[in-house]
């Protein structure tokens, strides 16, 4: 079943007297529980798309059905609700609250739901967990090391149990260990808690933990890639890095 599907959608911008189409008619769907990379040169339109499907910017034109509802036929109110219980959000920078612990941090979009907390206290520790936090619960972010911020900033988008977790290139200030250590809790999320999972990166080595991975060029899908469930993680990289510089050529 598909939880987010794009139709058509273009983005165009006003720079100066000039008209900049950032993205120029893309269509794309996500299944549940599917782990879709999307790449492409810098100016390709990556992070553009992910605001969109995001909910953080409004297309130019073309549709978003989210967890079916058609975005645009939604007031202010309705949208945001439906981004805010179905979409969770993982930033390069982390986006940390600094005077807020750990567990805190993860919390606040329950509370900015206007519910409690304790109701879902099974549900953090589940989460604290699953990326490995039980003893770092109570610390604050400058306590933290750039990979233990990391795996707070993806238990707050888990914590809600959104449909959709949209990642901005997770791995952009980590080290080799530790972005391998976020890929695989993103690639756990999409098969073990059924959510889809959808990146932007321009790291081959993450691209290569997805089911699929779209290249984007100048505003417009150029080539996508379906892996296999058995295929290894070395023959999906290699794949990944030669339709990359095939398109690059």
């Known amino acids: 079943m598909n939880v987010l599907l794009a139709e058509n959608l273009q983005k165009e911008y006003e720079l100066g007297q000039h008209l900049v189409k950032a993205l120029d008619g893309i269509s794309l769907s996500i299944a549940q529980g599917e782990f879709v990379g999307i790449m ?3 100016g390709s339109g990556k992070s553009t798309l992910l605001h969109l499907l995001g909910g953080l910017d409004q297309p130019s034109a073309g ?3 989210l967890a079916g509802e058609q975005v645009a036929l939604l007031s202010d109110y309705q949208a945001t609700l439906v ?3 179905n979409v969770g959000f993982v930033f390069q920078f982390f986006n940390l609250l600094p005077t ?3 567990e805190e941090n993860i919390l606040l979009p329950l509370i900015i739901d206007g519910q409690k907390p304790q109701a879902h206290e099974d549900r953090l520790d589940m989460i604290l967990k699953r990326v490995g936090l039980q003893e770092r619960r109570h610390h604050r972010p400058d306590q933290l090391s750039g990979g233990e911020q ?3 900033a993806l238990a707050r988008a888990l914590i809600t149990r959104p449909a959709i977790v949209l990642a901005d290139e997770p791995t952009g200030n980590l080290d080799t260990q530790t972005g391998t250590a976020m890929m695989l809790l993103l690639r756990e999320s999409a098969k073990d808690l059924n ?6 990166t321009h790291d081959p080595r993450a691209a290569a933990y997805a089911d699929r991975v779209v290249f984007l060029r100048d505003g417009r899908v150029v080539q996508e890639i379906t892996f296999s469930a058995d295929a290894d993680l070395s023959m999906r990289l290699r794949h990944v890095i030669i339709t990359q510089e095939e398109l690059e050529a």
């Open 40 to 42: 492409g040169p810098s």
């Open 100 to 102: 807020l612990s750990a």
């Open 195 to 200: 959510q889809a999972i959808i990146m932007v």
């Open 63 to 65: 549709e978003i059905t």
């Open 150 to 152: 990391q795996r707070v």
């Open 83 to 85: 981004r805010r219980r």
